[in-house]
């Protein structure tokens, strides 16, 4: 009864190949997220989604491309991967967007090779 | 440019005392702050959070203070327990436009000793 949870947690690949990670929240959330972990360990958001429509679009490349089918999930889809793309990616869900504390998934740990 | 720092990178403390966190902010538009912890392999787990409206949230051995002039925030944890070894982020967001985000602070590794 996992309430965010994000596959693989673990996904080792090639530079060039393209790569999915799949997110899903039973909360009944309105908002989802991903974010990432760099090697400095800060975590910075990439996309939001609300009620499966784009709000956050940070400054990604566009070969990273989010894809919410409906509410309760949010997958990430990362085209020709590059060796700055290893890192960890947080799924996170929140009641709305405004002011609503975020629960997050247990990461999946992307390196590539 | 870093706008939530937690200029300590790490903290030990004796089981059964207090722990103090701080966290600084650039950021004046900044008005919600939440604090977050985390063990290896997990993701974050929300803590605790507080409204610029407040400078005081507590639940149970959890309180953060927030200094709005000082643009400082800090999380006491007491007693402190082995159980809270962790890595602990400080957050903020601000609630002007239509959707707020979270920005992160690099995070506190706090070690409690038995």
């Known amino acids: 009864d996992t309430a965010v949870s994000q596959t693989p947690k673990y996904l080792v690949t090639q530079m060039g190949n393209d790569k999915s990670i799949k997110c899903e929240q039973n909360l009944g959330h309105d908002t989802m997220y991903w974010y990432k972990q760099d090697s400095k360990k800060f975590l910075k958001i990439m996309f939001s989604y609300n009620n499966k429509e784009l709000i956050i679009n940070e400054t990604v490349p566009n070969r990273f491309s989010p894809k919410s089918p409906d509410k309760a999930h949010l997958n990430l889809h990362i085209n020709s991967l590059e060796l700055g793309d290893s890192a960890v990616y947080f799924c996170?869900?929140?009641?709305?967007?405004?002011?609503?504390?975020?629960?997050f998934g247990d990461g999946t740990r992307l390196s590539i090779l | 440019d870093q706008q939530v720092k937690q200029n300590s990178p790490s903290l030990s403390v004796q089981e059964g005392r207090i722990s103090i966190l701080n966290c600084d902010y650039t950021?004046?538009?900044?008005?919600?702050f939440l604090w977050y912890k985390k063990y290896p392999a997990e993701g974050p787990t929300f803590l605790i959070s507080i409204s610029s409206i407040k400078d005081k949230n507590e639940d149970g051995r959890f309180t953060v203070f927030l200094n709005k002039s000082a643009k400082h925030l800090s999380l006491h944890i007491v007693p402190s327990q082995p159980g809270d070894s962790a890595v602990y982020f400080c957050?903020?967001?601000?609630?002007?436009?239509?959707?707020?985000?979270?920005?992160f602070g690099k995070g506190i590794t706090l070690s409690v000793r038995p």
């Open positions: 950021n004046s538009m900044f008005d919600y």
């Open positions: 996170a869900s929140s009641q709305d967007t405004i002011n609503q504390p975020q629960h």
């Open positions: 957050a903020a967001s601000e609630t002007s436009g239509a959707n707020s985000k979270l920005t």
